[in-house]
T-cell receptor, first 113, second 113 residues
Framework: DVKVTQSSRYLVKRTGEKVFLECVQD?????MFWYRQDPGLGLRLIYF???????EKGDIPEGYSVSREKKERFSLILESASTNQTSMYLC????????????FGAGTRLSVL | AQSVTQLDSHVSVSEGTPVLLRCNYS??????LFWYVQHPNKGLQLLLK??????LVKGINGFEAEFKKSETSFHLTKPSAHMSDAAEYFC???????????FGAGTRLAVHP
């Protein structure tokens, strides 16, 4: 089975802190994605990566950055956390190709106080 | 540009009765369409996908969906609801390059005894 592992299920941080969310996949997938999930809005794409050290902005990249130093690991960084970044964050991975499915991690619920 | 509209934010059914979750899409070319399910405090799981083969797609747990190009719809159905089907369901369209996914806002399904 494909496994996408997010390092934390729950996080509580203070406004202004630097926050790292880590994601690891074990299927040698080329593509990795970070989404945030908010009630009534579905999932919105923050950033994605199609190869090591490559990244592309999604629909809502403001306030976030990413890092992909190894193929299996994709990190989401909140440089200075703000209360409006309180949300559920979901990582996904998938093979290259337009028709291939994405596999999701269990999510990290982040609260910024 | 691709988009997805889930026509109901909440659906409530009795156990043993049929389920219908409605989804309309907009796409400038032949789309790949998916339904994902999210159980409470869990990640997203793929139910089924349509990728231009048969228009009636069968998925896991007795769910199926029919692609209707003339109506730009991809409704999800199940003949008989089970209590374990209570979850949030997302209709999703693939945005082509790099397999970016566009999510609907979600439909929360409640199943009553």
């Amino acid at each position: 089975d494909v496994k996408v592992t997010q390092s934390s299920r729950y996080l509580v941080k203070r406004t202004g802190e630097k926050v790292f969310l880590e994601c690891v996949q074990d299927m040698d997938h080329e593509n990795m994605f970070w989404y945030r999930q908010d009630p009534g809005l579905g999932l919105r794409l923050i950033y994605f990566s199609y190869d090591v050290k490559m990244k592309e902005k999604g629909d809502i990249p403001e306030g976030y950055s990413v890092s992909r130093e190894k193929k299996e690991r994709f990190s989401l960084i909140l440089e200075s956390a703000s209360t409006n970044q309180t949300s559920m964050y979901l990582c996904a991975s998938g093979s290259a190709g337009a028709k291939n499915i994405q596999y999701f991690g269990a999510g990290t619920r982040l609260s910024v106080l | 540009a691709q988009s997805v509209t889930q026509l109901d934010s909440h659906v409530s059914v009795s156990e043993g009765t049929p389920v219908l979750l409605r989804c309309n899409y907009s796409s400038s070319y032949s789309p790949s369409l998916f339904w994902y399910v999210q159980h409470p405090n869990k990640g997203l799981q793929l139910l089924l996908k349509y990728t231009s083969a048969a228009t009636l797609v069968k998925g896991i747990n007795g769910f199926e969906a029919e692609f209707k190009k003339s109506e730009t719809s991809f409704h999800l159905t199940k003949p008989s609801a089970h209590m374990s089907d209570a979850a949030e369901y997302f209709c999703v369209v693939s945005s082509g390059g790099y397999n970016k996914l566009i999510f609907g806002a979600g439909t929360r399904l409640a199943v009553h005894p």
